[in-house]
């Protein structure tokens, strides 16, 4: 059965940095595209980076580089780095996955994946 748990969110000052990390369980890593959503109270989800099975980063133009996505198959892990944290960033983060056959490709909208992590909160304080 496909886990997904994710982890590191909380309450931070604008300007800090933070790592979220979504552990998952009970499917083959490799195979499957994974990435991160945001959703704001009362509005639909954003999603705000992508990887595909061989690393190959997507990054929304919304967060303006400021995003970092990454995995450790390894560890069957996936990580957000958040840096210069703004209030705007405020948000329910979640993590998905989806088998896919795109190597070096992976989609953004939520539509495409199909396992959700149950989220971790982000509050960016002014």
């Known amino acids: 059965q496909v886990h997904l748990a994710e982890s590191g969110g909380g309450s931070i000052e604008a300007g800090g940095s933070l790592t979220l990390s979504c552990a998952t369980s009970g499917f083959s890593f490799t195979l499957y595209c994974m990435a991160w959503f945001r959703q704001f109270p009362e509005k639909q989800l954003e999603g705000v980076a992508a990887?595909?099975?061989?690393?190959?980063?997507r990054h929304s133009s919304s967060v303006g580089g400021r995003f970092t996505i990454s995995k450790d198959n390894a560890k069957n892990t996936l990580y957000l780095q958040i840096d210069n944290l703004e209030p705007g960033d405020t948000a329910m983060y979640y993590c998905a996955a989806n088998p896919c056959d795109w190597l070096n490709w992976a989609p953004l909208g939520p539509d495409f994946y199909h396992s959700w992590g149950q989220g971790t909160p982000v509050t960016v304080s002014s």
């Open positions: 990887i595909a099975r061989d690393g190959t980063p």
